[in-house]
């Protein structure tokens, strides 16, 4: 959705994406705006709680089925497992992504890690689909006046007809740009701890091709996971930079992610927004 800085000002019922690289910002955002007047929906919990709660469980149940005791007890419905996540915390949707590798070091067959790395994204596309229905929910049946819509880093891969279109007809699409500084902040944070990521198929197909021929391993059960991760990280954030560029310049407004620790309140973060538009 394309507005000026008045017509933003002004209206009635604000609806913002948040896009960019995971640690520009973004949760940092919403923070800041108050919870009685914005609605925060996260990708991430969505697909957590709606669309991989299943495959997420059953998961966890293969696993402690591997233990004998635990096992029984779940056979005789003694103990249950369920899902307990929060908006901050969605560990167990993390460690179902994985990390491609070798088992022994705790990483996935790369046919097994496609297979997942398939629902999380069909379950992304099905997730950003349902914001128009939550915008509807979020004023009309718990008075929120304003939505914002923390989305992933990795949305940035769905195509228009996927996401976008929809997307920019019933929000302001925000890209929180990092600077050089700030990616390689990112970038040496991601070596510190490596988490589990999406990739799109053909980079990480082109990438751990590479990645074997440099290290001159046979296949992705010699690969350390965390090393991989390490490794192909700062590939990704130049991969993905374009494709927020292209986003942001079709769709929406760049904004300099840096600025966001300057923000106090919600009046901040609405002159923040609207220097965007302004200098788009």
Same mark, same amino acid.
């Given at each position: 959705?394309?507005?000026?800085?008045?017509?933003?000002?002004?209206?009635?019922?604000?609806?913002?994406?948040?896009?960019?690289?995971?640690?520009?910002?973004?949760?940092?955002?919403?923070?800041?705006?108050?919870?009685?007047?914005?609605?925060?929906?996260?990708?991430?919990?969505?697909?957590?709680?709606?669309?991989?709660?299943?495959?997420?469980?059953?998961?966890?149940?293969?696993?402690?089925?591997?233990?004998?005791?635990?096992?029984?007890?779940?056979?005789?419905?003694?103990?249950?497992?369920?899902?307990?996540?929060?908006?901050?915390?969605?560990?167990?949707?993390?460690?179902?992504?994985?990390?491609?590798?070798?088992?022994?070091?705790?990483?996935?067959?790369?046919?097994?890690?496609?297979?997942?790395? +398939?629902?999380?994204?069909?379950?992304?596309?099905?997730?950003? &689909?349902?914001?128009?229905?939550?915008?509807? $929910? /979020? !004023? @009309?049946?718990?008075?929120?006046?304003?939505?914002?819509?923390?989305?992933?880093?990795?949305?940035?891969?769905?195509?228009?007809?996927?996401?976008?279109?929809?997307?920019?007809? +019933?929000?302001?699409?925000?890209?929180?740009?990092?600077?050089? &500084?700030?990616?390689?902040?990112?970038?040496? $944070? /991601? !070596? @510190?701890?490596?988490?589990?990521?999406?990739?799109?198929?053909?980079?990480?197909?082109?990438?751990?091709?590479?990645?074997?021929?440099?290290?001159?391993?046979?296949?992705?059960?010699?690969?350390?996971?965390?090393?991989?991760?390490?490794?192909?990280?700062?590939?990704?954030?130049?991969?993905? $930079?374009?494709?927020?560029?292209?986003?942001?310049?079709?769709?929406?407004?760049?904004?300099?992610?840096?600025?966001?620790?300057?923000?106090?309140?919600?009046?901040?973060?609405?002159?923040?927004?609207?220097?965007?538009?302004?200098?788009?």
């Amino acid at each position: 959705m394309k507005l000026t800085a008045r017509q933003f000002r002004d209206w009635t019922h604000k609806s913002v994406t948040l896009l960019g690289m995971s640690g520009v910002g973004k949760t940092t955002i919403s923070s800041k705006l108050p919870a009685s007047r914005w609605f925060h929906y996260s990708g991430d919990y969505r697909i957590a709680t709606r669309y991989l709660d299943e495959p997420i469980l059953d998961e966890a149940k293969r696993l402690a089925m591997q233990d004998p005791v635990l096992r029984d007890l779940l056979i005789r419905d003694s103990i249950y497992i369920r899902n307990n996540f929060s908006i901050d915390q969605q560990y167990s949707m993390s460690g179902f992504l994985g990390k491609v590798g070798s088992p022994d070091r705790g990483g996935l067959s790369l046919d097994e890690f496609k297979r997942r790395q +398939s629902l999380f994204r069909d379950a992304e596309i099905r997730a950003m &689909a349902d914001i128009p229905a939550f915008m509807t $929910r /979020a !004023r @009309g049946l718990y008075g929120y006046p304003h939505f914002l819509n923390d989305a992933g880093g990795s949305i940035c891969g769905l195509t228009d007809e996927e996401c976008w279109d929809e997307l920019s007809r +019933s929000t302001v699409i925000l890209y929180l740009h990092a600077s050089s &500084a700030m990616e390689h902040v990112l970038i040496e $944070r /991601a !070596r @510190g701890k490596p988490k589990p990521l999406f990739y799109e198929s053909d980079f990480l197909d082109e990438h751990l091709a590479q990645y074997l021929e440099e290290m001159d391993l046979g296949s992705e059960r010699e690969v350390d996971p965390d090393e991989f991760v390490q490794w192909v990280f700062p590939a990704l954030v130049s991969y993905r $930079r374009p494709q927020y560029e292209h986003i942001a310049g079709k769709y929406g407004y760049t904004v300099e992610a840096e600025q966001i620790s300057e923000l106090r309140d919600e009046q901040d973060i609405i002159d923040f927004i609207c220097d965007g538009m302004v200098g788009s």
